[in-house]
């Protein structure tokens, strides 16, 4: 996982802690300075025409030719990791899951609200570069990863060529295409009443770009092979991202089209896990609280399926499949397991708060979970030493 997935995720990890915590977030570790540090860090990852507010003044304009290439306009947007690269497929889901933290938590992050929205829009501005810079093809990177990767140098000072990377009907890329979908509507939805304008085009494109996922079926690991694998393969397959972002989009628009292309794609898959590539965790949550939230039936098999999750995270449940250290830290897999870590806590936390809401529970078989079952647990991870964990991926100086 790269460093860049790593920080947004570590964000979503201190968001999390801002509900359990409260507004006293000052203390040891200090949540506060954590969350405002972890939003610093993608302004260290900018590419692009750097603003004059840019805080970490040691970076500079860099990747102003992106889409030259192709005669095209693709500058802005995220480097990813130490590379020079823009992968567009974490991109979005990083995008995404900070639309979704600054909806669900934007009142508790007070002054970094405003920065959290700039992290945002720094990426749906190229997003949308990249959906409508020629009709009927969706950009999806720049620079060619491996030639990037044997070079390390400042992306002031690259001269590595930058391929750009693109998905159209002859070369299909639902996956990448149903993620930009849903970065483009849930950040709709936090434009929506501070810059209405941009919202409307943010939502357009996302379900124009929604609309090209659907027609054109296919995985963009098979359309552009070594570009993407192994860097960013789509191993789970598509369908997770069109169920993704179908609800987004049905969130944002609460258009039943939505809603009954959902039902056509069947059952889903029951994960144990949640992260860039393998969305049905996020979306069964997500989808889950029309049931919760707001009581309609059509959404209990969503509600059933949230829970089906939670039931193979909780550890004294019969239906558990995570491990944890001796420590109670969750390992899911060794490579970059805190990725799994803080998405996963966030899913809890979010969860957790709907359950609140309307004092809900649900049982995983012999074992009785009410909201502070899965707060309780979120907040333990939370408080696994976060200082000592993200420090050495991204917060440094935490």
Sequence with gaps: ???????????????????????????NPNYKDALLKSILFFQGQRSGRLPANQHISWRSNSGLSD???????????????????????????????????????????????????????????????????????LYVGVGDPNVDHKCWERPEDMDTVRTVYSISPSNPGSDVAGETAAALAAASMVFRKVDPKYSRLLLETARKVMAFAIQYRGAYSDSLGSAVCPFYCSYSGYKDELVWGASWLLRATNDAYYYNFLKTLGADDQPDLFSWDNKYAGAHVLLSRRALLENDKNFEQFKQEAESFMCRILPNSPYSTTQYTQGGLMYKLPESNLQYVTSITFLLTTYGKYMKAKKQTFNCGSLFVTPNSLIGLAKRQASYSPSEICSQFVLLGF
């Design 1 to 27: 996982m790269a460093s860049s997935s790593v920080s947004f995720l570590c964000l979503l990890f201190f968001l999390s802690s801002l509900l359990l915590n409260g507004i006293g977030v000052q203390g």
């Design 67 to 137: 889409g030259f290439l192709d005669h095209v306009d693709l500058t802005g947007g995220y480097y990813d990791a130490g590379d020079n690269v823009k992968f567009n497929f974490p991109m979005a889901f990083a995008t995404t899951m900070l639309s979704w933290s600054t909806l669900e938590y934007g009142k508790k992050m007070g002054p970094q609200l405003q920065e959290a929205r700039a992290a945002i829009r720094w990426a749906t501005d190229y997003l949308l570069k990249c959906a409508r810079a020629k009709p009927g093809r």
